[in-house]
């Protein structure tokens, strides 16, 4: 069964009922043997209403973050619009020049939760208000025994790290350890682990 949705086209598959994509289909498998989405890794992020042990408890199914199960495919789907001799964006980053408001955020993030997921973690965060127009917003929460770990995802060498401060400020008996996963070295920064983004999947 066939079906637009969302600018993009699916069909139903008919083994399983998952939806499989014309177009990813199409750049990846021949057309005999179409590609069912339930086979690619999907990593979801649920919201927490009240940040606990016991995650699961607390989520909020209606508010969530999607990734993609292969960081590189992303990268290539997003930034490889164009044939490669063309293609400046995609230069730019294999090359570590793009501009910080074009996507790096978003590629170390989903590269975050990449790693976090093949470590064996659930993916929740947790977003609250800052005033009328203004959000905090923790990337991840990891569960550690009786205790919470807030992750905070940065896609250059921040230093600050004002929404996790709120965060333990506001939950300090729940918290354990507090990560920021960042691109320098490994360190510490008051009660917050500073971290590199490649030991993710360690903690």
Same mark, same amino acid.
């Given at each position: 069964?066939?079906?637009?949705?969302?600018? &993009?086209?699916?069909?139903?598959?008919?083994?399983?009922?998952?939806?499989?994509?014309?177009?990813?289909?199409?750049?990846?498998?021949?057309?005999?043997?179409?590609?069912?989405?339930?086979?690619?890794?999907?990593?979801?992020?649920?919201?927490?209403?009240?940040?606990?042990?016991?995650?699961?408890? #607390?989520?909020? *199914?209606?508010?969530?973050? &999607?990734?993609?199960?292969?960081?590189?495919?992303?990268?290539?789907?997003?930034?490889?619009?164009?044939?490669?001799?063309?293609?400046?964006?995609?230069?730019?980053?294999?090359?570590?020049?793009?501009?910080?408001?074009?996507?790096?955020?978003?590629?170390?993030?989903?590269?975050?939760?990449?790693?976090?997921?093949?470590?064996?973690?659930?993916?929740?965060?947790?977003?609250?208000?800052?005033?009328?127009?203004?959000?905090?917003?923790?990337?991840?929460?990891?569960?550690?025994?009786? *205790?919470?770990?807030?992750?905070?995802? *940065?896609?250059?060498?921040?230093?600050?790290?004002? #929404?996790?401060?709120?965060?333990?400020?506001?939950?300090?008996?729940?918290?354990?350890?507090?990560?920021?996963?960042?691109? *320098?070295?490994?360190?510490?920064?008051?009660?917050?682990?500073?971290?590199?983004?490649?030991?993710?999947?360690?903690?």
């Amino acid at each position: 069964m066939r079906f637009p949705h969302g600018g &993009m086209e699916f069909n139903c598959c008919l083994t399983c009922g998952g939806l499989w994509s014309l177009r990813i289909c199409d750049l990846f498998m021949p057309p005999h043997n179409k590609l069912c989405l339930n086979s690619i890794p999907r990593q979801g992020n649920l919201n927490m209403f009240d940040p606990n042990v016991g995650l699961p408890l #607390s989520e909020d *199914k209606s508010r969530f973050k &999607m990734y993609v199960g292969d960081t590189g495919l992303m990268v290539t789907l997003a930034f490889w619009d164009k044939q490669y001799a063309d293609n400046i964006l995609y230069d730019k980053l294999l090359a570590d020049r793009l501009p910080a408001n074009l996507g790096y955020r978003y590629i170390y993030e989903n590269l975050a939760a990449q790693m976090l997921r093949a470590a064996g973690n659930e993916l929740y965060f947790h977003t609250w208000s800052k005033d009328e127009r203004h959000n905090y917003e923790i990337d991840f929460l990891l569960s550690r025994g009786t *205790k919470i770990c807030p992750v905070e995802v *940065k896609s250059a060498g921040y230093k600050s790290h004002v #929404s996790l401060d709120a965060f333990c400020d506001k939950y300090p008996a729940r918290i354990g350890s507090s990560y920021v996963a960042y691109t *320098k070295v490994l360190r510490r920064d008051g009660g917050t682990i500073m971290l590199p983004i490649y030991m993710l999947g360690l903690i």
